[in-house]
């Protein structure tokens, strides 16, 4: 699409991803889909999400696997089925998505931040044994961006201590470490099906795996109100149900996952390429990490008014995440300052997503780059 800008350039509009060019990718299958979801007169819980759940824990190499309402959902009920609560910490990354830590919030109990690795932006492994307490019930590492934290180094410290690792993998489905999945290392793994996370639905939806029988019994529970047959209530639950017409799309979807993250690595190994020469830290893949690149990450001193100058000529680039969590207005009483977590903090103002998805023409791409080559030649 061309237009023209303030300063009369051409410009060239290229989303932050583009969900409807991969809805058109599969448009007759998934409209087929949905009909057949109407059409069945079943619409919550049903066949299809059963379905789902086998192939997304067949996916991830697990047993088991609970659709719930979304991802925020997937670790709040995995919270309440541990029996966490006040008086209880779990430990977090500072750099993620808010529902890492709001969960912990919501359960009652306390989030605790340990800072990040500076290079994969995870939570990182060494800092952790230092914040664990008697309270400590559980940690959450999150793969942030799409790769992988370092599970071995986590699990390891969580075993000694007798804590369960709940992995936030909501924006890393399909990335692994050591060709182990992402969310079926720790006790249990959670997904987004976010309409933007490498798997998208097309409204809410969220997946727990785990290989705990005990657990996904307790979860199956816990999402339909506490109750097992229905009317009968032996604890007090959510409403947290995928929908079958979510599942039933998303079931389409699956199988092109693979070939969607290989293509975002195809089109990551050419930014890294092409902007080599450029003042930017650009994503680093750490040993044993298959990263899915749910976002490009690059890091620049100039952050704001790259960003600003993208935006300019029509690029859909995005700060993520501009406040680190443990400075959130929310957290002021958790005795965190400035200072606190200097990683975190520091990633905070030098980090932006450029466009990445898996149907991204290369002409898009190439603008990309010429609009961030010309931002730094007019700097000089
Ligand atoms: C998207 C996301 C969530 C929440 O998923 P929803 O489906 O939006 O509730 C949790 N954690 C991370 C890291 C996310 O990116």
């Known amino acids: 699409m061309s237009m023209l800008n303030t300063n009369q350039m051409p410009i060239r509009s290229v989303p932050l991803l583009d969900t409807v060019a991969e809805y058109n990718s599969l448009k007759v299958e998934l409209d087929a889909a949905v009909s057949k979801v109407l059409a069945s007169g079943h619409y919550i ?12 824990a067949d996916f991830c190499g697990t047993q088991f696997g609970i659709g719930v309402a979304n991802g925020t959902d997937a670790l709040l009920l995995l919270l309440d089925a541990l029996g966490i609560g006040p008086g209880d910490e ?7 998505f808010f529902a890492s830590s709001e969960v912990i919030s919501q359960i009652g109990a306390t989030p605790v931040f ?6 994969s932006y995870n939570l990182c492994a060494e800092k952790l044994e230092a914040v664990i307490t008697p309270r400590t019930k559980a940690i959450i590492p999150v793969h942030i961006f799409g790769q992988p934290a370092d599970m071995d180094l986590i699990l390891e410290v969580a075993d000694r201590h007798g804590i ?5 993998a909501c924006q890393a489905i399909g990335s692994s470490f050591k060709d182990r999945r992402s969310g079926s290392m720790g006790l249990a793994g959670c997904f987004s099906f976010f309409p933007t996370k490498n798997l998208g639905g097309y409204g809410d939806g969220g997946m727990i795996v785990t290989n705990d029988e005990e657990l996904a019994k307790k979860l199956q529970i816990l999402r339909a ?9 032996s604890m007090v639950g959510y409403n947290s149900r995928l929908d079958e017409i979510q599942a039933a799309l998303l079931r389409v979807k699956l199988p092109h996952l693979p070939v969607w993250n290989e293509a975002r690595r195809v089109k990551a190994d050419r930014y890294k390429e092409r902007l080599a020469h450029l003042p930017i830290q650009l994503p680093h893949e750490l040993p044993d990490r298959y990263s899915i690149y749910h976002l490009f990450i690059i890091q620049t001193d100039e952050r704001d008014s790259l960003l600003q100058y993208l935006q300019q000529n029509g690029i859909g680039a995005g700060a993520y995440y501009p406040v680190a969590l443990h400075l959130q207005e929310v957290y002021q009483d958790l005795g965190y300052q400035l200072g606190s977590l200097p990683e975190a903090e520091y990633a905070s ?4 997503a450029l466009p990445l998805h898996p149907h991204m023409a290369s002409e898009d791409q190439d603008w990309v780059i010429e609009v961030v ?3 730094f030649s007019e700097r000089g």
């Open 45 to 56: 819980l049903g066949p299809e999400v059963k379905a789902l759940e086998r192939e997304v």
């Open 90 to 96: 779990v430990i977090t990354t500072p750099f993620t």
């Open 114 to 119: 340990v800072d990040i690795d500076p290079i």
């Open 164 to 168: 369960a690792v709940i992995e936030d």
């Open 225 to 233: 109100h506490g109750s097992k047959k229905k009317y009968y209530h």
């Open 349 to 352: 103002q030098r980090t932006l």
């Open 373 to 375: 080559e010309r931002f």
